[in-house]
């Protein structure tokens, strides 16, 4: 199974980008790169998520290298209410339709005022 | 506003006591989740299901069940509660064709004595 690396702990400062690193190098051609977060006390919330191009949308952007083997989760202007932690997560596939998502412990990230 | 609801949020019970964790979606979501979330761990697939009357184990699915009788509801079942157990558990629901776009419940912390 595709695993994910990500540093346990980041700090950034409020109003700056925080690009949030993740390893993925024994991804395969057809596993998705999956970005969700948790804030403290509350359920985990889907980022957003890609297979080979860069994507956008209204909460980040992902970019994916071109050999796949690691993305960047971009928050454009990080607030204080970013701070969670951001989990990279691959899809893997299994037996017929049957997929399940592999959760690390993710980035802790801190926005600092 | 659709939502996923978990109940209770908190539940103290001893040992051996059965216990069920009640989850209801308003999307209509086919696809219903339960995960496990403890320190050191990233999240813990529990069962799962794919519509009513499916239901599937997932990788740490020893001493709990579940039952989908309908598309709203997936109740988790601890037949037997044991001290391993305490945890807290997310309940999650994705659309058919966007499984892995997952939408997660508040959460509820239960504590096995």
């Known amino acids: 199974d595709a695993k994910t690396t990500q540093p346990p702990s980041m700090d950034c400062a409020e109003g700056r980008a925080a690009n949030l690193p993740c390893n993925h190098s024994?991804?395969?051609?057809?596993?998705?790169v999956y970005w969700y977060r948790q804030i403290h006390s509350q359920g985990p919330q889907y980022i957003i998520h890609?297979?080979?191009?860069?994507e956008t949308n209204e909460m980040a952007s992902l970019i994916i290298t071109e050999d796949r083997k690691s993305s960047t989760l971009i928050l454009p202007h990080a607030t204080l209410r970013d701070t969670a932690v951001y989990y990279c997560?691959?899809?893997?596939?299994?037996?017929?339709?049957?997929?399940?998502?592999?959760w690390g412990l993710g980035t802790s990230l801190a926005v600092n005022p | 506003d659709a939502e996923i609801t978990q109940s209770p949020r908190h539940k103290i019970t001893e040992t051996g006591r059965q216990v069920t964790l009640a989850c209801h979606q308003t999307?209509?979501?086919?696809?219903m989740f339960w995960y496990r979330q403890d320190l050191g761990h990233g999240l813990r697939l529990i069962h799962y299901?794919?519509?009513?009357?499916?239901?599937n184990k997932g990788e740490v699915s020893d001493g709990y069940s579940v039952s989908r009788s309908n598309t709203e509801d997936l109740p988790l079942t601890l037949e037997s509660a044991a001290s391993s157990q305490t945890s807290v558990y997310f309940c999650?629901?994705?659309?058919?064709?966007?499984?892995?776009?997952?939408?997660f419940g508040p959460g509820t912390r239960l504590t096995v004595l």
């Open positions: 024994t991804i395969s051609g057809n596993e998705y």
């Open positions: 997560i691959v899809r893997v596939a299994h037996a017929g339709n049957n997929r399940k998502l592999i």
């Open positions: 890609g297979l080979k191009n860069n």
């Open positions: 999307w209509n979501h086919n696809n």
């Open positions: 299901s794919y519509g009513v009357q499916d239901t």
């Open positions: 999650a629901s994705s659309e058919l064709d966007s499984q892995d776009t997952q939408y």
